[in-house]
C-alpha cells in the first residue's frame, strides 16, 4: 500500500501522520526507509545530485515510475548516468520540488517508487 505524504517542510516530510525528519525513499510495497544520500556523496561530494549508484539502490523491477522531491527549492537533480538508467529500465521520471512531488505521488495510481529530500 503506498503511504499518503502529507506534507513537508524544511527538514521534514509527513508520511501517513509521521513527521519524520531526513531524506526517504519509498518502495513499490510502500516501505518508507532512510535514503541512502552516501552512495552520491561518494561520487558527486554532496546529495543534490543522485548518482548511478544510488540509481540502482533506488530502483525495483517492475516500477513505472520515480517521483523525485528535489528538495523545498528543487535544488537535486539526476546525473546523466542515474536518468539514462531510469529510462533504459523504461521508468519515468518525475522531478520536482518536494510540496509538488507531494502532490504528484498522492495522485498517482502507476507502480510508484519516490525518493524525497527534505531540505533546500
Known amino acids: 500500500m503506498k503511504p499518503v505524504l502529507s506534507n513537508s517542510g524544511f527538514g521534514h516530510i509527513t508520511a501517513e501522520g509521521l513527521k519524520i525528519d531526513h531524506d526517504i525513499i519509498i518502495l513499490l510495497s510502500g516501505e518508507i526507509k532512510k535514503r541512502k544520500k552516501e552512495l552520491s556523496k561518494a561520487v558527486y561530494g554532496t546529495s543534490h545530485i543522485i548518482s548511478l549508484e544510488e540509481a540502482e539502490y533506488v530502483y525495483q523491477n517492475g516500477a513505472e515510475r520515480i517521483i523525485i522531491g528535489a528538495g523545498q527549492q528543487g535544488m537535486v537533480s539526476l546525473s546523466d548516468e542515474a536518468a539514462d538508467y531510469f529510462k533504459k ?28 529530500h527534505v531540505t533546500c
Request: with cysteine; net charge positive; glycine share 4%.
Open 89 to 116: 529500465k523504461k521508468c519515468r521520471i518525475d522531478l520536482h520540488p518536494t510540496p509538488k512531488a507531494i502532490e504528484k505521488w498522492n495522485s498517482t495510481t502507476e507502480a510508484v517508487i519516490g525518493l524525497f
